[in-house]
């Protein structure tokens, strides 16, 4: 059957959600989400500046029971993706890693959420790959709900890049984010401070 594709004419998979101080909810204040799927029927999308202090990926898979090869170094955070089934894991990754069950988020990014990857990924030669986030849970909106929040100016939206997904530190992803869509941080007001 091949990848699954997300994009749709008008889709914003493959886009950056960057909330705003407008957002009136703390639990997404400050949150950068890439949205990986977006059609008629509502929206998914991943957190992906929201480490777990407490859980890496070493520990996940040994949950799991899998056992990565003596010389694969895994000590890659996990991420809190969102509310919704926060147990459950999504491997986001460049187009690179897409195995047959991936689901492709844009042109250049791809969810896949089986043990499969994750067993591929630890058998290899070499270290992880540096292009993948592991998280848990997702975000979720039924339809028409992401369009009316980013009409409410809750979030604010930018093309996703490598650079933004996989090199920018976590802590520095929201503020980067906003200077790449060309807004400057320090200017967005939250509503309660409004004169």
Known sequence: MGERDQ????????????ATPHIGD???????IIVCVHDQNGAMGLVI???????DLTDLLSQLQIKPSEDIQIKLPVYMGGPVQPERG?????????QKDSTRVGSKFAISGTIDILESLT????????????????VGWGAGQLEQEIKDNAWLTVE???????????NKLWNDSM???GVNPSILVSPAGQA
């Open 49 to 55: 500046n929201k480490p777990l202090a407490d859980l």
């Open 123 to 138: 058998k290899k030669e070499a270290d992880l790959p540096k292009d993948i986030l592991f998280i848990l849970g997702y």
């Open 26 to 32: 703390i639990r997404f204040d400050k949150s950068v």
């Open 90 to 98: 999504f491997l986001l990754h460049s187009n690179a890693h897409s």
């Open 160 to 170: 996703a890049t490598q650079e933004l997904i996989f090199e920018t530190e976590s």
């Open 179 to 181: 200077v790449h869509l």
């Open 7 to 18: 994009t749709t004419e008008h889709s914003l998979a493959g886009n950056i959600l960057m």
